[in-house]
């Protein structure tokens, strides 16, 4: 069935340093991929997506890769804040619309 | 410019009552989605609107779930005769024609006594 999941369910990483979430899906139709930041009592926020006619996309501190050989999604955020301690959930599209969400990453940024 | 909105930001109620929740989507996007999110879990799914018409309501857990979209617009979730495990931060999302990035609303905490 389609699924997605996290490898490391919390992160912590010292400020300034660059940080690395995983994710794992197992549908092969999947053709959309997205990453979206969730802070405390607030609604995911999107930060990036990706097609899978592509493997690899940038966005301003953020690098998004896609290895569809082993299903495998990261997100690196360069030069790591307090600002980006959230929690950080990948979600992927296959045929339909809506998305399928892991359980998502608590990225801890420590100053 | 403004994103997605929704009200009420919390809702407190007991067990069997009936519940509205408003969501009012970016300017001009057609798609609509209402996701639910319990505590630890990631957003899950429940419907999806293009215009008026619900494309895919495969999501919604029951019959006591429903939701409307009229005017193309706002869209409202209803769920009637509430039970505790409806619990949950209700999502909503939209996004424009042809295009699949969703942006989500801050969500509305439903506490069911």
């Known amino acids: 069935g389609e699924s997605v999941g996290l490898h490391l369910p919390t992160l912590s990483v010292q400020e300034g340093d660059n940080s690395i979430i995983n994710c794992a899906y197992s549908?092969?139709?999947?053709?959309?991929f997205i990453w979206y930041k969730q802070e405390s009592g607030k609604g995911p926020q999107f930060i990036i997506d990706i097609r899978s006619n592509m493997d690899k996309r940038q966005g301003q501190r953020v690098t998004v890769l896609l290895n569809k050989t082993v299903k495998h999604l990261s997100l690196q955020i360069a030069a790591t804040q307090p600002g980006d301690s959230a929690v950080y959930f990948c979600?992927?599209?296959?045929?339909?619309?809506?998305?399928?969400f892991g359980t998502g990453t608590r990225l801890t940024v420590i100053p | 410019g403004a994103g997605v909105s929704q009200t009420p930001s919390n809702k407190v109620t007991e067990k069997g009552k009936y519940v509205e929740l408003r969501c009012d989507p970016i300017?001009?996007?057609?798609?609509l989605y209402w996701y639910r999110q319990s505590l630890g879990q990631g957003p899950e799914f429940l419907i999806y609107?293009?215009?008026?018409?619900?494309?895919?309501d495969s999501g919604l857990p029951n019959d006591r779930f429903f939701a409307v979209r009229p005017e193309g617009s706002v869209s409202t979730l209803k769920i009637q005769r509430t039970e505790r495990g409806d619990s949950a931060v209700y999502l909503c999302?939209?996004?424009?024609?042809?295009?699949?990035?969703?942006?989500f609303g801050p969500g509305t905490r439903l506490t069911v006594l």
């Open positions: 300017s001009g996007h057609t798609a």
């Open positions: 549908n092969s139709a999947s053709d959309y």
């Open positions: 979600a992927e599209k296959t045929g339909a619309n809506n998305l399928f």
């Open positions: 609107f293009q215009g008026t018409g619900a494309a895919d």
């Open positions: 999302a939209s996004s424009s024609s042809g295009t699949d990035t969703q942006y």
